[in-house]
Antibody, heavy 117, light 106 residues
């Protein structure tokens, strides 16, 4: 059974850093497109980052240079390193498995990141 | 840059009635269009992919249609558990979401 679980959310001050983890089971992270999607309080879904099976990474413009997506194949885990955090980065962050045919077919339960002084 | 516009922002429908949700793209898309349902405090759930294919376990009352720039999600007979927020998403490149339609009980 496919399962995704995020870890590492919490409260951080503006300018601080946080790393989110997404532990996967039931499939191999490195063989799939994996995304991070966030949702600010009361708002809609916003794609943040993706890592391709080949290792290419892409980020939305608002986080370029600050966020980095990566993975650890030995742990079958996806990461999102978030630096220089801003108040507007406050959101629930979801990891999701992306497919070419069927969009984002599995999602984690989300991790809340709050950026506040 | 592609923009997905969902309408209406809020739709009030009575249980048992049909709901029709729209997603319009600023430029023509392939069939890589998906629909998601999200309930409060939960992650999104994939309903429809490829514009019209139901995901595993999704009831037949959910159907998707459309092509080019106009796509529709139809829920044929609303059940109480269907009242939620619905998002469309294009996945030609990296994912892009519409702003959502909230389906309310009338």
């Amino acid at each position: 059974e496919v399962y995704l679980e995020e870890f590492g959310g919490g409260l951080v001050q503006p300018g601080g850093s946080l790393r989110l983890s997404c532990a996967a089971s039931g499939f191999t992270v490195s063989s799939n497109y994996m995304s991070w999607v966030r949702q600010a309080p009361g708002k809609g879904l916003e794609w943040v980052s993706v890592i391709y099976p080949g290792g290419s990474m892409f980020h939305t413009d608002s986080v370029k240079g600050r966020f980095t997506v990566s993975r650890d194949n030995s742990k079958n885990t996806l990461y999102l390193q978030m630096n220089s955090l801003k108040v507007e980065d406050t959101a629930v962050y979801y990891c999701a498995r992306d497919t070419i045919i069927a969009g984002s077919d599995y999602w984690g339960q989300g991790a809340l990141v709050t950026v506040s002084s | 840059e592609i923009v997905l516009t969902q309408s209406p922002a809020t739709l009030s429908v009575s249980p048992g009635e049909r709901a029709t949700l729209s997603c319009r793209a600023s430029q023509s898309l392939s069939s890589n269009l998906a629909w998601y349902q999200q309930k409060p405090g939960q992650a999104p759930r994939l309903l429809i992919y490829g514009a019209s294919t139901r995901a595993t376990g999704i009831p037949a009352r959910f159907s998707g249609s459309g092509s080019g720039t106009e796509f529709t999600l139809t829920i044929s007979s609303l059940q109480s558990e269907d009242f939620a927020v619905y998002y469309c998403q294009q996945y030609d490149n990296w994912p892009l979401f519409g702003q959502g339609t909230k389906l309310d009980i009338k």
